[in-house]
């Protein structure tokens, strides 16, 4: 796969984990408590960041270490896991934390994104591909744009979006792709 297909694959796969999850509506809450909009989504983007290098790199020595069949298998149920993920959450809970500032988004997103669904997703995809650095790029636009976008949307029509409805969505979305990857393979395309 070309480097601007994996690219466009990165963002719009992270965009679509990243909406309605925990990272994304703590930012928004940090940044609409301080006012300090650009600050906050940049700490947020660079927490992100760096809890995705992890996965980076994991994720490429893998890919040099397993068959690559396997680990188109392994994507496959991994994007259908994140999916059912989505779909099944419930929603969560946010605590309005009383820390204001930029160090409190970068610790508050670096620490949850530990695990989290778009930190598999960008695992799997640097499995799967051969850039891992095109892979990180990726996701960390994914994810800034839904955070940007995100916090705009809050900014101004403040409680009437229901999050929950839009992450099971996007939920079905992550479950398509599974399935198609796992097609792709059986059918060995």
Do not use: C
Request: glycine share 12%; aromatic share 10%; no cysteine.
């Amino acid at each position: 796969m070309d480097s601007i297909t994996t690219l466009l694959l990165s963002i719009g796969l992270v965009f679509t984990a990243e909406i309605g999850d925990k990272t994304m509506i703590s930012t928004i809450i940090l940044a609409l408590q301080t006012g300090r909009f650009i600050q906050v989504v940049g700490a947020s983007i660079l927490g992100f960041t760096l809890a995705n290098i992890i996965a980076v790199v994991v994720g490429f020595i893998a890919r040099s270490m397993v068959d690559l069949s396997i680990l188109k298998i392994l994507a496959g149920i991994l994007f259908i896991g994140v999916g059912f993920w989505m779909i099944m959450g419930k929603e969560e809970e946010e605590e309005k934390t009383s820390l204001h500032g930029v160090l409190a988004a970068f610790l508050t997103v670096f620490l949850m994104e530990m695990g989290d669904k778009t930190q598999i997703t960008v695992f799997t995809l640097s499995m799967l591909y051969d850039n891992p650095l095109i892979v990180l790029i990726g996701g960390v636009l994914g994810y800034g744009v839904a955070n940007i976008s995100g916090l705009l949307v809050a900014k101004y029509i403040e409680g009437r979006v229901d999050w929950l409805k839009i992450k099971k969505y996007a939920g079905l979305v992550m479950v398509f792709i599974g399935v198609l990857v796992v097609v792709e393979y059986i059918l060995g395309y």
